[in-house]
C-alpha cells in the first residue's frame, strides 16, 4: 500500500489539573447562585472570536442546571449547534466499555483476575495479563495509536483480526502490574472480550445493557458521521478559520474511542452510574478506586480542593470532557468539535464561573 503522508492516529486521554494551589481560599460551592449570563457571554465569546465550538451540559442533584450550544455543527451546511447535536466523545467511551465489562463481572461471566489467554492465547504475556490490568492500563501492551499511519488507513475499516495482528507486531512495553500506562490497546481487547461473551456486536451490547435500559437516545457506537441525523464535524484552526478535520474509522478505535453521544446523554449516563444503578456498589467502588492511577474507565480530575471523577478524549477535530464530582453531586459535560485554545481552559472557564470563581480567557 503506497502511503503519501504520514500522521498518528490521535485518541488520547486529556490528562490536565485544575485550578491553582491547595491555599486557594473560599472555594465556591457549585452552582450556588452562579452567574448564567456571565457563563453565556464566555461561550458566546468562544464562538465569535473562532476559539471554539461545541456543548455543555452541567447537572446538580441529578437535575439539568445549564445547557448552552455554541458555534456550527457543520460550517459548510450552516448548522449550528443545538442540544441535540451529537459529537465523537472518543475516550470517554472507555467509560461505557469499563461498564459493560463490570455488568459481566456482576453476572458471573467474567472475573477481574481471568487472564487474557482464555480469550487471545496468541497477544504477548496473554498468560500473565488480566481482565483488571486491561481496565487499569497495566497490561504493558503497547498503545496501538501511537503508531505512525498512513492517513488512507485510518480512514479504512480495520478488522478484529488485523487489530490482533497489530497488537501482536507492537509487543508490550513493560511486565503486566509493573506500572501504569494508558494504552487504547487494552480498551479495543475488551470490547472483543465483550462481543465473544455476549455473542454481539459492541454496538448491540451497548444499545442493550447501557444506552436502552437508560434512554439514552443520542448515544451509539458511532461509524460515518452523519450530519442528517444531528452529528457534528470536527474542525482543525488555521489561520483565525476552521478546516476540516480527517475522520477516522471508527472500526479502528471501536470500544475505545468510538462512542457518538451529547452532554446530556453523557451527564445522565454517569449520574446513573454513580446512583449504582448501571453496575452493582461493588463493581462501582472497583471502578472508583485511583490507588493505581487509574481507576476502571475513569480517572481523577482535581478542580482546587474538589475532586472529579470522569475522562476525558481526543479524536480527530474532537475534545470532550466529562467529570463527576460525588461530594457535591455535580455532573458537568463538555463536547468540542473544534477548539483553537486550550481545551483544559475551556473546561477550566465552565466549572470557574459555575462556581463564581473569578475567570478570565488566558
Given at each position: 500500500?503506497?502511503?503519501?503522508?504520514?500522521?498518528?492516529?490521535?485518541?488520547?486521554?486529556?490528562?490536565?489539573?485544575?485550578?491553582?494551589?491547595?491555599?486557594?481560599?473560599?472555594?465556591?460551592?457549585?452552582?450556588?447562585?452562579?452567574?448564567?449570563?456571565?457563563?453565556?457571554?464566555?461561550?458566546?465569546?468562544?464562538?465569535?472570536?473562532?476559539?471554539?465550538?461545541?456543548?455543555?451540559?452541567?447537572?446538580?442533584?441529578?437535575?439539568?442546571?445549564?445547557?448552552?450550544?455554541?458555534?456550527?455543527a457543520?460550517?459548510?451546511?450552516?448548522i449550528?449547534?443545538?442540544?441535540?447535536?451529537k459529537?465523537?466523545?472518543a475516550?470517554i467511551?472507555?467509560s461505557f466499555?469499563?461498564?459493560?465489562?463490570?455488568?459481566?463481572?456482576?453476572?458471573?461471566?467474567?472475573s477481574?483476575?481471568?487472564?487474557?489467554?482464555?480469550?487471545?492465547?496468541?497477544?504477548?504475556?496473554?498468560?500473565?495479563?488480566?481482565?483488571?490490568?486491561?481496565?487499569?492500563?497495566?497490561?504493558?501492551?503497547?498503545?496501538?495509536?501511537e503508531?505512525?499511519y498512513?492517513?488512507?488507513?485510518?480512514?479504512?475499516?480495520?478488522?478484529?483480526?488485523?487489530?490482533?495482528?497489530?497488537?501482536?507486531?507492537?509487543?508490550?512495553?513493560?511486565?503486566?502490574?509493573?506500572?501504569?500506562?494508558?494504552?487504547?490497546?487494552?480498551?479495543?481487547i475488551?470490547?472483543?472480550?465483550?462481543?465473544?461473551?455476549?455473542?454481539?456486536?459492541?454496538?448491540?451490547?451497548?444499545?442493550?445493557?447501557i444506552?436502552?435500559?437508560?434512554?439514552?437516545?443520542?448515544?451509539?457506537?458511532?461509524?460515518?458521521?452523519?450530519?442528517?441525523?444531528?452529528?457534528?464535524?470536527?474542525?482543525?484552526?488555521?489561520?483565525?478559520?476552521?478546516?476540516l478535520?480527517?475522520?477516522?474509522?471508527?472500526?479502528l478505535?471501536k470500544a475505545?474511542?468510538?462512542?457518538v453521544?451529547?452532554?446530556?446523554?453523557?451527564?445522565?449516563?454517569?449520574?446513573?452510574?454513580?446512583?449504582?444503578?448501571?453496575v452493582?456498589?461493588?463493581?462501582?467502588?472497583?471502578?472508583?478506586?485511583?490507588?493505581?492511577?487509574?481507576?476502571?474507565?475513569?480517572?481523577?480530575?482535581?478542580?482546587?480542593?474538589?475532586?472529579?471523577?470522569?475522562?476525558?478524549?481526543?479524536?480527530?477535530?474532537?475534545?470532550?470532557?466529562?467529570?463527576?464530582?460525588?461530594?457535591?453531586?455535580?455532573?458537568?459535560?463538555?463536547t468540542?468539535?473544534?477548539?483553537?485554545?486550550?481545551?483544559?481552559?475551556?473546561?477550566?472557564?465552565?466549572?470557574?464561573?459555575?462556581?463564581?470563581?473569578?475567570?478570565?480567557?488566558?
Amino acid at each position: 500500500m503506497k502511503i503519501f503522508r504520514r500522521s498518528y492516529l490521535v485518541l488520547s486521554v486529556i490528562m490536565f489539573l485544575f485550578g491553582c494551589s491547595k491555599n486557594d481560599e473560599n472555594v465556591q460551592e457549585f452552582g450556588e447562585t452562579f452567574d448564567r449570563n456571565k457563563m453565556d457571554t464566555f461561550l458566546s465569546i468562544l464562538e465569535e472570536e473562532n476559539l471554539g465550538m461545541g456543548s455543555v451540559a452541567i447537572f446538580k442533584d441529578g437535575q439539568l442546571d445549564y445547557q448552552k450550544s455554541f458555534g456550527q455543527a457543520d460550517i459548510e451546511n450552516n448548522i449550528s449547534a443545538t442540544s441535540q447535536t451529537k459529537y465523537r466523545i472518543a475516550s470517554i467511551t472507555k467509560s461505557f466499555t469499563a461498564s459493560i465489562i463490570m455488568q459481566l463481572i456482576d453476572e458471573n461471566s467474567l472475573s477481574l483476575s481471568i487472564t487474557l489467554d482464555s480469550f487471545f492465547p496468541e497477544l504477548p504475556n496473554s498468560n500473565l495479563i488480566t481482565i483488571e490490568h486491561l481496565l487499569r492500563h497495566r497490561s504493558g501492551l503497547f498503545n496501538y495509536t501511537e503508531t505512525a499511519y498512513g492517513t488512507e488507513i485510518t480512514t479504512q475499516p480495520a478488522t478484529q483480526q488485523q487489530l490482533i495482528d497489530l497488537f501482536i507486531e507492537n509487543g508490550t512495553i513493560f511486565e503486566p502490574n509493573d506500572q501504569t500506562s494508558y494504552s487504547n490497546t487494552n480498551y479495543v481487547i475488551l470490547g472483543f472480550i465483550i462481543e465473544s461473551i455476549d455473542q454481539k456486536s459492541y454496538a448491540d451490547a451497548l444499545r442493550d445493557r447501557i444506552t436502552i435500559p437508560l434512554g439514552l437516545t443520542n448515544t451509539y457506537n458511532g461509524g460515518i458521521i452523519e450530519t442528517t441525523n444531528n452529528e457534528a464535524l470536527s474542525y482543525n484552526p488555521q489561520s483565525n478559520d476552521w478546516i476540516l478535520a480527517t475522520e477516522v474509522n471508527t472500526t479502528l478505535v471501536k470500544a475505545t474511542g468510538s462512542i457518538v453521544s451529547n452532554p446530556l446523554d453523557l451527564n445522565t449516563f454517569y449520574n446513573e452510574l454513580f446512583a449504582g444503578n448501571v453496575v452493582s456498589q461493588n463493581s462501582l467502588q472497583s471502578m472508583q478506586d485511583t490507588s493505581q492511577g487509574f481507576g476502571i474507565g475513569l480517572i481523577p480530575i482535581p478542580f482546587f480542593q474538589k475532586m472529579a471523577l470522569g475522562h476525558t478524549g481526543l479524536l480527530d477535530g474532537f475534545q470532550s470532557y466529562i467529570m463527576h464530582f460525588p461530594n457535591d453531586n455535580v455532573t458537568m459535560s463538555l463536547t468540542l468539535n473544534g477548539v483553537s485554545m486550550p481545551a483544559n481552559d475551556v473546561a477550566i472557564g465552565v466549572l470557574s464561573i459555575y462556581s463564581n470563581l473569578e475567570y478570565s480567557l488566558p
